[in-house]
T-cell receptor, first 112, second 111 residues
Framework: DTGVSQDPRHKITKRGQNVTFRCDPI?????LYWYRQTLGQGPEFLTY????????KSRLLSDRFSAERPKGSFSTLEIQRTEQGDSAMYLC??????????FGPGTRLTVL | EDKVVQSPLSLVVHEGDTVTLNCSYE??????LLWYKQEKKAPTFLFML????IEKKSGRLSSILDKKELFSILNITATQTGDSAVYLC???????????FGEGTQLTVNP
């Protein structure tokens, strides 16, 4: 499968714990995006990378959130000191320059 | 701040019906509008529209953009139960790469 992949698909954690998600984009895509989606809403932009450079961050991305794309390939999104309000589907997407974005299956986070 | 409003939020039809989904937007420097279909998983890409009045078509689905009135429609003819999904509309500005999504339209097609 040459699509966008995400790991894990589901994560249940207790409030206050740290979690890390991984995204592997489509191999020839230089742009990688993170979005968050809650029930009944469309995805909300969090951040994006062009190659290894993080070029834009939403104000939704509090200081508890950090994202990296160290070699311009896969990316990780870490949430520190999770809160119940962080429960959501975290979607990763990739694109080749500014054309259509292709989404991965998402990581569903539940914070108890 | 960019804004995307979709209507209706929910729609129930019978197989064979034709549906029209609406998307209106407010964006400072419009670049493109995209439609996605989301079943119980990741959004899958349907169309990207950049020019007014040019219809994009894929099988029973078609879409058109009106940049003067700031809206787009997505038509689905001869609906099938497999068309049941949330249809998302998103816009992108010229200066950035982020997509701003609407809430989506939940379409249910009953047999």
């Amino acid at each position: 499968d040459t699509g966008v992949s995400q790991d894990p698909r589901h994560k249940i954690t207790k409030r206050g714990q740290n979690v890390t998600f991984r995204c592997d984009p489509i191999s020839e895509h230089n742009r990688l995006y993170w979005y968050r989606q809650t029930l009944g809403q469309g995805p909300e932009f969090l951040t994006y990378f062009q190659n290894e450079a993080q070029l834009e961050k939403s104000r939704l991305l509090s200081d508890r959130f950090s994202a990296e794309r160290p070699k311009g390939s896969f990316s990780t999104l870490e949430i520190q000191r999770t809160e119940q309000g962080d429960s959501a589907m975290y979607l990763c997407a990739s694109s080749r320059d500014r054309v259509e974005q292709f989404f991965g299956p998402g990581t569903r986070l539940t914070v108890l | 701040e960019d804004k995307v409003v979709q209507s209706p939020l929910s729609l129930v039809v019978h197989e064979g019906d034709t549906v029209t989904l609406n998307c209106s937007y407010e964006v400072t420097n419009f670049r493109s509008l995209l439609w996605y279909k989301q079943e119980k998983k990741a959004p899958t890409f349907l169309f990207m529209l950049t020019s007014s009045g040019i219809e994009k078509k894929s099988g029973r689905l078609s879409s058109i953009l009106d940049k003067k009135e700031l809206f787009s429609i997505l038509n689905i003819t001869a609906t099938q139960t497999g068309d049941s999904a949330v249809y998302l509309c998103a816009v992108r500005e010229t200066s950035g790469s982020r997509l701003t999504f609407g809430e989506g339209t939940q379409l249910t097609v009953n047999p």
